[in-house]
């Protein structure tokens, strides 16, 4: 399969063509940004599309994280998605930025559970454990820093995310400490594409994973309309 994998959840706006029957990356770019995701997707898109050489009526399915992280960044990445999955024909599967941190964790098939936590501001954070072979543990929730540590009756854990510093800092040293503290800012888009050729399309859908509403509404118009670019064969 030829997916598309888009990303625009948190300070990214990141694009990737992967070739699940080959193994490998046929194209990548990220771009670190907090703000201008809806001016730079596209553009973004369009040059890795012409660098892996696959024309979008070739592609198999969009993949594209629906959050947590910016609302208005979610929006951007999933608006695009469909655009181009509804204008190739094509699926278009969601999944979430605390699934795409974990990703990478479950691939190693080791014991430890994996936290992903994610900054949600004001001393709270997105959080989710799940078990080394990807079972649910404790379901995606927004919560205070400190309930985080309930999580150590999982074991050591594994804790990645933009958030395991903040989370591993203030660990508790009267509970198992954590196995690993991985602070990536975002989920790697390679493990976004891969994650992606394995979701459901009838189950992991398209739409914007909130936690919590936003705490200002944007105003009417304050996002741009995104339309695909034109489709080659």
């Known amino acids: 399969m030829f997916i598309l994998a888009i990303d625009t959840a948190l300070d990214f706006c990141a694009a990737a063509v992967l070739d699940t029957e080959a193994g490998a990356m ?3 770019d990220t771009l670190t940004m907090n ?3 809806a001016e730079a997707l596209m553009p973004l898109v369009a040059r890795v599309m012409a660098a892996s050489g696959v024309g979008y009526a070739a592609l198999d399915r969009v993949a594209v994280t629906t959050g ?5 960044g979610l929006r951007v990445g999933i608006s695009a998605a469909r655009g181009i999955a509804l204008a190739a024909g094509k699926p278009v599967v969601g999944l979430t930025t605390l699934s795409a941190y974990a990703a990478p964790q479950v691939l190693r098939r080791q014991d430890e559970p994996i936290m992903s936590v994610i900054d949600a501001r004001h001393d709270h954070v997105y959080a989710q454990v799940v078990a080394g072979d990807g079972g649910m543990l404790m379901r995606p929730a927004v919560m205070p820093v400190a309930e985080t540590f309930a999580a150590a009756r999982f074991g ?3 804790i990645v ?3 395991a510093r903040l989370v591993a800092d203030r660990w508790p040293p009267d509970t198992a400490p954590p196995a690993l503290v991985d602070p990536q800012p975002g989920p790697d888009i390679h493990w976004v594409a891969w994650t992606g050729a394995a979701a459901d399309p009838a189950v992991a859908l398209a739409r914007p994973f909130y936690l919590r509403p936003p705490d200002a509404k944007p105003k009417a118009g304050s996002v741009a309309t995104l339309s695909p670019p034109g489709l080659q064969p």
């Open 156 to 158: 050591a854990l594994r």
């Open 161 to 163: 995310g933009n958030a």
């Open 68 to 72: 947590p992280g910016s609302f208005t």
């Open 35 to 37: 703000r201008g995701h």
């Open 26 to 28: 046929l194209a990548q």
